[in-house]
């Protein structure tokens, strides 16, 4: 069957940096999403990866590597409005969609 | 005004009761989906549609249905709803561009009680 895996919530300081890891098995791989979704709201998109590599856009990279199945999302200089859910979603074979059920970030003062 | 409008925002509503969930959209996108959001799960799909001639069921189609009415707007339907359909409901549309990003409504929160 076909799978994300991320850590349930994690907790940082604000002002450092935290790592978010997601694994996956998919029949297939078309593209890694990253999403940020605060509580009660709609989840927003922050990154795409398709290669291997990272890809940097401010505070916030997402890394990836295809053959170990894995991605992370870097964010730096955490704010205290970072405090979200972050979502890892696999496009498959057939281009659909694959979510992993998200990580709850909590940033402490 | 949002891009991608959900009504209603919040129902409560019956065992029984035949529920209709409206989706607008003006982005201009072909692809729209409904999804839904349950605590611990990742989101999962409903159904799609790719244009306005084309349905598609996803993951979880049993018990609701929908409907493409233009380009704009998809509705989702649960003909009688029951107590586990209750959920966190998203719209979403896309278009054919590289990275297939969604855009998401902002949520119709639906109780069943």
């Known amino acids: 069957g076909q799978n994300i895996d991320q850590p349930t919530e994690m907790t940082a300081t604000e002002g450092a940096i935290v790592q978010i890891n997601c694994t996956y098995q998919t029949s297939g791989f078309n593209g890694l999403f990253w999403y940020q979704q605060h509580a009660g709201e709609a989840p927003t998109f922050l990154s795409y990866?398709?290669l291997d590599g990272l890809e940097e856009k401010g505070r916030f990279s997402s890394f990836l590597s295809r053959s170990k199945g894995y991605s992370y999302l870097l964010l730096k200089e955490l704010q205290m409005k970072d405090s979200a859910s972050y979502l890892c979603?696999?496009?498959?074979?057939?281009?659909?969609?694959?979510w992993g059920a998200g990580t709850k970030l909590i940033i402490k003062p | 005004d949002a891009d991608v409008t959900q009504t209603p925002r919040n129902r409560i509503t019956k065992t029984g009761k035949r529920i209709m969930l409206e989706c607008s959209q003006t982005?201009?996108?072909?692809?729209m989906y409904w999804y839904r959001q349950d605590p611990g799960l990742g989101l999962r799909l409903i159904y799609y549609s790719f244009d306005v001639k084309d349905i598609n069921k996803g993951e979880i189609s049993d018990g609701y249905s929908v409907s493409r009415q233009a380009q704009a707007k998809f509705s989702l339907s649960l003909e009688s709803a029951i107590p586990n359909q209750t959920a966190l409901y998203f719209c979403?549309?896309?278009?054919?561009?590289?990275?297939?990003?969604?855009?998401f409504g902002e949520g119709s929160r639906l109780t069943v009680l």
């Open positions: 982005k201009g996108h072909d692809r």
């Open positions: 979603a696999v496009m498959d074979s057939n281009y659909q969609l694959i």
């Open positions: 979403a549309t896309s278009d054919l561009g590289d990275t297939g990003e969604l855009f």
């Open positions: 990866n398709v």
